[in-house]
């Protein structure tokens, strides 16, 4: 019997930016953000959408009824809550119609905390090989107008169903991690935007990856010629180029390896960050825009929590696998967003739900997602499934 990823889909928000426009209203050369960061276009989310409603959009796109039946698990991987006490994974779970007979739950440690769910749905499913698990990485990435990481902002989600017999990636195996108590990116609870040292948090990313990767070389006796390709947490594109530069450049097969990291960027540099998802996408942008990739592949995996946690693992694409499948789910909701100007992008951004108290209602009639926030009454958040209405 094999574990893996049995389906994968994403969900972004209906609106974006161009990364050479936000650069003209800064200031700012547009090549240092289409070239030095890597990024083209960037996401932005609407009071409308939050890391529940970017889930279940993602995962709905998947899910049968025989899934929502067998799955006894549901994971939220998030750095971005709704609640300091409730789980999203409650809300999508009532939302996607997911039988009551489950766990549901959320993971927080920086952008690691679906890698972490993806580890424990394996275990889970190889004891109980019946099983279904959904794991969710879904995150809202902000810094601030005017900021430094201004540019590095975005927002989506991405579902993964772990099975038996999976038709997309076999996962199992060894894997490697590290860990230390580090300032490198914090959010704290008065905040919503994120405070980081972006170099330092660079840094230690880039050693944190080495690390790992030593420790599951030493574990495996695999080697870099034993990989097709690397797929990277990454907050900007270039910060995984940095990585995988670290470890390939004395390698023969390094053009390879370079040539597949390219793909694996095409989707995150139109996205931005996803925080948890991040890898996820860099993973389904790999598969669905390389074509030199094959069954049996083997596959490397790098996810990286600031704080810090790092993990390096690995799969192999199973049998059943679809690359136009994949591409065409993905680009049929990145070809449907709306190009926002920078002043529309900026009155959307200071329009999400506040930190303080007080009822709010959102206009839900511009946002096509089925899964809307509506607001907050007494507390309470309001989540909608548009399609009844339509219906």
Request: proline share 2%; net charge negative.
């Amino acid at each position: 019997m094999t574990v893996g990823i049995d389906k994968i889909a994403f969900f972004t928000s209906p609106y974006y930016i161009e990364t050479a426009d936000l650069a003209k209203a800064r200031g700012v050369d547009p090549n240092k953000y289409l070239i030095g960061i890597g990024q083209k276009r960037q996401s932005v989310i609407p009071p409308t959408q939050d890391t529940v409603t970017l889930a279940a959009n993602a995962a709905v796109k998947v899910l049968t009824q025989e899934d929502r039946d067998t799955i006894d698990m549901v994971i939220l991987g998030t750095e971005t809550g709704i609640d300091n006490s409730k789980a999203g994974a409650i809300y999508i779970q009532e939302l996607l119609g997911i039988t009551q007979a489950a766990r549901a739950f959320e993971i927080k440690q920086a952008c690691y905390g679906a890698t972490a769910g993806v580890q424990m749905a394996v275990e889970h499913v190889t004891l109980h090989p019946h099983s279904k698990v959904l794991v969710i990485a879904s995150d809202i990435a902000r810094y601030g107008l005017k900021t430094a990481g201004e540019v590095t902002q975005g927002g989506g989600a991405v579902a993964m169903l772990i099975s038996s017999d999976p038709e997309i990636l076999i996962l199992g195996g060894q894997s490697a991690f590290h860990s230390e108590n580090i300032m490198d990116f914090w959010r704290p609870l008065y905040r919503r935007e994120a405070l980081v040292d972006g170099h330092y948090s660079t840094d230690v990313y880039i050693d944190f990856f080495n690390k790992t990767w030593q420790q599951y070389q030493q574990a495996t006796g695999q080697s870099l010629s034993d990989f097709s390709a690397f797929v990277f947490h990454l907050p900007f594109t270039k910060m995984g180029l940095k990585a995988l530069r670290s470890v390939v450049s004395t390698s023969e097969h390094a053009d390879r390896l370079l040539h597949e990291f390219d793909f694996s960027t095409q989707y995150g540099e139109i996205v931005g960050n996803l925080y948890t998802g991040s890898l996820y996408l860099s993973l389904l942008s790999l598969l669905a825009n390389s074509d030199q990739l094959h069954i049996g592949d083997r596959i490397g995996l790098f996810s990286y929590g600031s704080g810090a946690q790092g993990e390096f693992y690995s799969g192999q694409l199973a049998t059943g696998f679809k690359r136009q499948l994949l591409k065409t789910s993905v680009e049929d909701v990145l070809t449907n967003r709306q190009q926002l100007t920078i002043p529309e992008y900026e009155q959307l951004y200071s329009t999400d739900i506040s930190l303080h108290a007080g009822d709010v209602d959102f206009d839900t009639q511009k946002d096509e997602s089925r899964f809307l926030l509506a607001g907050r009454h007494g507390g309470q958040l309001k989540y909608v499934d548009s399609s009844l209405k339509r219906g």
